[in-house]
């Protein structure tokens, strides 16, 4: 297995009223491919800023993050935005959408913008759609994003994450708004992705859903302070509340 | 806490709040700099004769006599004042950088300061109390054609005299400083006056005004009678010299007019989009149980304070405004608003008040939403009413292409309001352009009463005795037609004079300016109603003359030639620039009376020919005449009407006061629709859409409504400038039906080209805002 993402030295400052907040500091990270990782850790530890900064949306203040095999730090606006859209799929907590476009157009926005592939407007839309009823919601694809529930739109996000084939999707919280059934119906797909050999990075305060990961980090006050290697997890109830409960354990030992 | 929350949301929405601060300041200084012209405009002339002094009557005196004495003698008459004027026939013997001058129709009439019986303005407005020795100030048509500045040195050469005079500038006389075709007046100093006032050529004619107050007019025209070369005038009849100017200034009300409106249409749009974004905290309010009162009270009150500061600074800047918008109306008139600053304050009462209006109407939609649909439309889609009717996934366009046009679409009304302002941008300057080029074209040679014809003869020296005695007329233009037979150049050439005949029609009567064709019947005419004159007791009559006589077509009016008592018949109406005006029919018998002045003599050379050769063919006739007098039909029209330059100037005006409007409304509506879209930016941006592809995005939906507006504004000026310009022309004279000329280079080209690329540079350099927001910004997003 080769390394998708690796960083070194990583940090992050923010200077708010003169006040320095070292959100990050030093994270060495190492994410191999087709690797499930879950990044936890309270609310004010980094997470999502870590995310942000290793998918390239931030940019680091110190420390290098090499994603690809590409050094993302040298790379231009241009060029980071165009790694971005053929390389990453995104997954927010909220279910950010164009308002203004259907829940299909939504999903395959990122395949036309992309040069990846020079396929037919039709044909990016059979792949949408591909998308959709792979994900249960095939039936929504003309509708307004205002027309369809929270856990549809989810799902539509994932869709979208996906479209362009990316090498690793980032998830930001992707249940963090869902209820239990939705979020369930979500994480199986994430896992049924990751499953295909997509790597996937997903920040989550639910032990439930990093219980689903092959490899969870805990992270507290911009340092990685350990993390614990779960192995893959093949399915069933039985197995999944074990890997919650040794998880809790873990996490309970690091401060939780 | 409700000072506390309003104090938050003045710092919190810093940019929104200065974007609308700025449209407060746009509307509140368009506002009052368009009343304030309004208000000049409308009492504009009787305002100016006021100041002038004019009184009730001038009697204007072209022959020694005892007429002064017996007006004088009327009970009714309290105070008469005189002038005394020498007239200059020709322009050439004033000396402009080593040449003769031939710009001005001749006569030129000069006075010396000691003369003035009513009040002279310089260009500043300011009365004229004394002339400098070796200095000299003159009317519009003393500078015709010439770029003259204050300070440039003339010498005058009159017999045996030179005089070396300083040009002071333009002298604004109330009875005699429009630009269209009529001699200029000179104002010298009593030195340099005395030095040529008895020169032989200088005494031809003997010119005398008298300035009388009095209670009846009718008395004094009763006198005039017994004269031969005495008419009268009236503050009424005077105000007919300012004609053009008055269709600059009438033009000027209807830009002000529109102004106003986009301003208008700019703020209410701004609230209403401000407000918009502030449903999520007005349903954060109603959730924590504020009453709808006091949330409509906190709006209210911020709009309050916005709105006060905005509208004061906006009365300030509308003070500049206002001068520069009036400066290019009042060229040859002193029309000024001295309450320029009660105006600018009622002006900002006047915004501040529409603005809580607009704010109040804004949020009314705060009482009828549920604390739950307020926080939602802050959030979610439900802010898009309309589905956009474009499929990405089946449309053709490229990606950023298809997300403009589906921006636009799918928010029709913010981007329809931006287009209708646009489009009275653009129709701003298209109508002035149309305005301008229409005063100078031979589309309206008929609002003359002229015959078809490429070019007029203008050389009052020469025409002077034709003028004299009509009887010569005939043989002169068939001399002319005989020298254009000789040069290779046949021709048709044809004369209209004007003169001022008292008219009859029961116990109605009017002073009728009458056009008397010769060699050429009136059949060319535009007539609303009956027929043009054939025999020699029948004429036409424009619709004013049909009032001041209480007449209608068919009616017999009596005419006083030369007291011969005269019956004719009213056998039509026609349009035309002519208020108080009659054709006659070329058979009729005029005596021996001379002309009161001359339309020229009109030349419709033989066959179809080009410009170019009616060109060759009128500088070969220049040579033959010895003069630069003889003009091309839209040359003839442009002094006849003398305003065609003032417009030009307005236009330039105008296409910089849109470029800076559109500019405005470009750069803060892209800066309000980036605030606004700010969480799908960074969502475009997180899924990996560049920068580049986010500014174009942005630029090219301006583009596009700049391009509808364009293509709005192409679709209506046509109907609109004909409507505009007929309801201006109907203001000041008889005119009906009346197309507007265009100038196709500006109106499909120039224009055009202005709005859209003021509208791409501005919204591509605020699109460029767009770098600032990072991707991650959609975690931070409320």
Sequence with gaps: MSTVLQTKGLCKTYIVNKHQNNVLKNIDLSVEEGEMLAIMGPSGSGKSTLLYCVSGMDRATAGSVIFAGKETAKLSDKEMASLRLDEMGFIFQQMYMMKNLSVLDNIILPAVKSKKTKEKRSQTEERGRALMRRLGIADIGDNDINEVSGGQLQRAGICRSMINSPSMIFADEPTGALNRASSDEVMSQLLSLNEDGTTVMCVTHDPKVAAKCSRVIYILDGCIVGQKEMGHFLGGEAELRDRERELNNWLLEQGW | ?782
């Design chain 2, 1 to 782: 806490m409700f000072w506390r929350i309003l104090k938050k949301d003045l710092r919190r929405k810093k940019t929104m709040n200065v974007i609308l601060l700025l449209f407060v300041v746009l509307s509140a200084m368009f506002a009052a700099a368009s009343i304030n012209n309004i208000i000049a405009v409308n009492g504009g002339i009787d305002q100016y004769f006021e100041l002038a002094e004019v009184p009730d009557a001038v009697v204007q005196i072209q022959e020694k006599c005892d007429a002064e004495d017996r007006i004088r003698a009327l009970p009714s008459v309290s105070s008469v004042k005189t002038e005394h004027w020498h007239a200059v026939m020709s322009s050439k013997v004033f000396i402009y950088k080593g040449k003769p001058m031939n710009n001005f129709f001749n006569p030129a009439c000069i006075m010396s300061e000691d003369e003035m019986a009513i009040k002279y303005f310089d260009e500043n407005n300011d009365v004229i109390t004394d002339v400098e020795k070796g200095c000299f100030y003159a009317t519009a048509p003393f500078s015709q054609d010439m770029d003259l500045k204050i300070g440039d040195q003339f010498k005058m050469e009159v017999d045996d005299v030179q005089l070396d005079l300083k040009y002071m500038g333009r002298l604004k006389d109330a009875l005699s400083s429009s630009d269209s075709a009529s001699g200029p007046m000179l104002l010298f100093s009593n030195e340099d006056y005395d030095a040529v006032a008895d020169k032989e050529s200088l005494n031809k004619i003997y010119f005398e005004a008298l300035f009388v107050d009095s209670t009846d007019i009718q008395a004094i025209r009763d006198i005039a009678k017994d004269y031969d070369y005495i008419s009268v005038g009236t503050r009424q009849d005077f105000k007919s010299i300012y004609l053009y100017d008055m269709i600059v200034a009438y033009i000027m009300m209807a830009i002000s007019v529109l102004l106003m409106i986009t301003a208008f249409v700019v703020l209410r749009f701004t609230i209403g989009f401000t407000i918009s974004e502030e449903f999520r905290e007005i349903g954060v309010m109603k959730a924590v149980g504020i009453s709808n009162g006091s949330i409509r009270a906190l709006y209210l009150v911020k709009y309050l304070a916005i709105s006060v500061i905005g509208a004061l600074i906006g009365a300030v800047l509308s003070i500049p405004l206002s001068g520069l918008m009036m400066k290019s109306i009042s060229k040859n008139m002193v029309i000024k608003n001295d309450n320029t600053s009660f105006i600018g304050l009622l002006s900002s009462v006047a915004v501040v008040a529409l603005i809580i209006f607009f704010c109040y109407t804004c949020t009314r939609k705060v009482k009828k939403l549920s604390p739950i649909d307020a926080v939602r439309s802050g959030q979610t889609g439900e802010r898009f009413h309309k589905k956009s009717i474009l499929k990405l996934s089946r449309s053709k366009l490229p990606s950023t292409q298809f997300m403009a046009v589906n921006d636009v679409l799918s928010s029709p009304k913010n981007y329809g309001i931006i287009t209708v302002i646009f489009t009275l941008c653009m129709l701003m300057m298209m109508l002035m352009s149309n305005f301008a080029v229409t005063l100078k074209s031979e589309k309206i040679l008929w609002l003359f009463a002229l015959p078809e014809s490429e070019a007029f003869y203008f050389d009052t020296e020469d025409l002077g005795d034709v003028m004299m005695d009509q009887t010569k007329a005939e043989p002169f233009l068939e001399d002319m037609e005989d020298k254009l037979k000789e040069n290779g150049m046949p021709g048709k050439c044809t004369m209209m004079n004007v003169m001022q005949l008292r008219t009859k029609h029961g116990d109605k009567e009017a002073k009728l300016t009458c056009m008397l064709p010769i060699r050429t019947t009136a059949g060319y005419l535009r007539m609303d109603e009956g027929y043009a004159p054939m025999k020699a007791d029948e004429m036409v009559v424009t619709i004013s003359t049909l009032k001041s006589l209480d007449a209608k077509v068919g009616d017999r009016v009596t005419m006083d030639i030369n007291g011969e008592q005269r019956e004719l018949i009213i056998t039509g109406r026609f349009s035309g620039f002519y208020t108080n005006g009659a054709i006659l029919s070329d058979k009729f018998d005029y005596g021996n009376m001379p002309a009161a002045g001359t339309m020229g003599v009109a030349i419709h050379f033989d066959g179809a020919p080009d410009k170019e050769t009616i060109r060759s063919n009128i500088d070969k006739l220049n040579e033959i005449y010895d003069t630069d007098k003889i003009l091309t039909t839209s040359e003839m029209i442009k002094n006849m009407t003398g305003v065609s330059d003032t417009l030009n100037s307005i236009k330039k005006m105008i296409m910089i006061l849109t470029i800076v409007v559109t500019a405005l409304i470009v750069v803060l509506m892209e800066r309000s629709f980036i605030s606004k879209e700010k969480s799908e930016i960074a969502l475009m941006k997180a899924m990996g859409v560049s920068n580049g592809s986010m500014i174009a995005q942005h630029t090219l939906r301006f583009g596009l409504i700049a391009a509808a507006a364009v293509l709005l504004g192409l679709a209506v000026i046509m109907p609109l400038g004909n409507f505009m310009f007929s309801k201006i022309c109907l203001l000041i004279g008889d005119v009906s039906d009346i197309k507007c000329a265009i100038d196709p280079l500006e109106i499909f080209l120039i224009f055009p080209a202005i709005l859209i690329t003021v509208t791409v540079v501005g919204a591509l350099l605020t699109a460029l805002y767009t770098r600032t927001i990072k991707a991650s910004d959609t975690a931070s997003i409320e």
